[in-house]
């Protein structure tokens, strides 16, 4: 049953998960082809608001052609008594959950890399302009968040206003990221868990830290603790601590009995520095991923607006699939480009000297926050274009990675990190494309070949349904 009967499509949680496919949509609001898109909400003063007023700055829903995809911004200006600059980063992260409980619209993502899809067959049901969109977000705010008093919005579709805005919001993102770098995950008795997404991936949530942001970069602890006092019912909510297993791996008690109770069982154990062994799981609106290159025995990370494909040929919509679903899959680990900030990053692997490849953008953006060192060791798509190019850049430069090589780095890789990097046992939906993967022959012996050849079992888009599949190495 819908919310609002004066609405001309459904709206409730039910519609959580919807999926709008292309052939499906009537427009795109944002999304990967667009390089200007945001979402913002800003605090201000009560007499600043005029509450309930929503402007479009440039075309409305029936002025996009049928099947487009359009440059779009979004502002949201809030005031309350109990509002304060904290909160900003929550209110906003809330626009996933409540686009995404209209029928027939679909909301992935966050601040700049959000994506919004509406039907045609909502459109045509009279779901035909910002106005209806903007008064469902009055309602869904003001029912869900009392302490909103007022709340006023502005859409913008015009590219060129757009363009002109994006670098303001970016510098908003970046204020707020930068209040708390400095603080340690050592100083605070309490982290904060994230359950937004758990409508997508039912087994994950967001473990947020000093050091670790939540995945999609929109959710920082200093934003964890503002909306859990003003909202303690809401999905995000304190997770004391409790007593630390291990260090390096950031692995607590407290935090490992939390995820096991939300994700219902099936999450035991939760590290938070390392992408081996128990990584934190990812739901898919994380801002990149890092992924292990067996072949060299490192990471290479990239992120949602990369648009070509990595050194080992993947791209980022299939290292994202791999990693996506609340699942636990070594070698793959969504992160926020925020974390990749923090001196925690990775820690239990080795840090920024297990990190071999990136876009050249993204090393940009952060390279102030990386050891010195490094800098110039890592390839990005400028500077190598295969696995065999990257393998030479590394000894030229002499990376930290090459000390780990005792021979070509295919026979050093575990059989285990290798195999469990490749098969889980939750395959999304019943068929699973798996990219091009190779195995060196130390990984999986073949009888009848005899000893020494060095071989490579390579899948090429095949097709793997399974419920589980376990491959163990022997020791001779």
């Excluded at 667009?34 to 009560?46: M, S, W």
């Excluded at 204020?175 to 995950?185: E, I, K, N, T």
């Excluded at 793997?464 to 163990?472: G, S």
């Amino acid at each position: 049953m819908s919310m609002f009967e004066d609405i001309p499509v459904d709206v409730g949680i039910i519609y959580e998960g919807e999926r709008i496919r292309g052939r499906e949509m009537q427009v795109e609001l944002g999304g990967p082809r667009e390089e200007f898109k945001f979402e913002l909400v800003q605090a201000k003063e009560l007499d600043e608001i005029e509450d309930g007023k929503i402007e479009i700055i440039g075309p409305d829903l029936p002025d996009i052609p049928v099947g487009t995809n359009v440059p779009f911004g979004m502002i949201i200006y809030v005031g309350g008594e109990e509002i304060e600059k904290d909160l900003e980063g929550v209110i906003e992260r809330r626009l996933h959950e409540y686009v995404n409980f209209i029928e027939g619209f679909m909301h992935l993502n966050q601040r700049y890399d959000i994506q919004m899809r509406l039907s045609q067959k909502s459109y045509q049901k009279g779901f035909n302009t910002f106005k209806i969109f903007g008064e469902v977000l009055f309602r869904l705010y003001k029912s869900e968040m009392p302490f909103i008093e007022k709340m006023q919005i502005i859409f913008y579709t015009d590219p060129a206003k757009v363009a002109e805005l994006y670098p303001e919001a970016m510098n908003i993102y970046e204020a707020r990221d930068a209040r708390a770098r400095g603080m340690s995950d050592d100083e605070v008795d309490v982290f904060y868990g994230c359950s937004l997404c758990q409508s997508f991936a039912p087994t994950h949530l967001c473990v947020i830290t000093p050091q670790r942001y939540a995945n999609c970069g929109a959710i920082s602890w200093f934003d964890g603790r503002a909306t859990a006092k003003v909202d303690p019912k809401g999905p995000v909510f304190e997770i004391p601590k409790g007593a630390l297993l291990d260090e390096v791996t950031g692995e607590y008690e407290q935090v490992n009995q939390v995820i096991k109770e939300k994700s219902l069982g099936e999450i035991e154990r939760v590290q938070l520095y390392t992408g081996f062994g128990y990584p934190h799981t990812s739901c898919g609106c994380f801002e990149g991923c890092a992924f292990y290159i067996p072949e060299v025995d490192a990471y290479g990370v990239v992120h949602r607006n990369y648009k070509g494909q990595t050194v080992n040929g993947l791209d980022f919509v299939t290292i994202s699939d791999l990693t996506a679903g609340g699942r636990q899959v070594d070698g793959f680990h969504g992160l926020s480009i925020e974390y990749m900030r923090s001196p925690k990053f990775m820690q239990a692997d080795g840090g920024w000297d297990r990190v071999v490849w990136m876009p050249e953008d993204i090393l940009e953006r952060i390279k102030e926050y990386m050891p010195e060192e490094i800098i110039s060791k890592i390839a990005t798509e400028n500077r190598v274009t295969s696995l065999d190019e990257l393998k030479d850049w590394l000894k030229d430069k002499q990376h930290p990675i090459v000390e780990r090589w005792t021979e070509e780095p295919e026979a050093e890789v575990s059989a285990q990190a290798e195999v469990q990097q490749m098969v889980q046992p939750q395959m999304p939906m019943g068929g699973y494309t798996v990219p091009t993967l190779e195995l060196p022959a130390s990984a999986l012996p073949v009888q009848g070949l005899p000893s020494g050849l060095n071989i490579k079992i390579i899948l090429k888009n095949a097709k793997i349904t399974a419920e589980k599949l376990i491959i163990k190495a022997e020791k001779e």
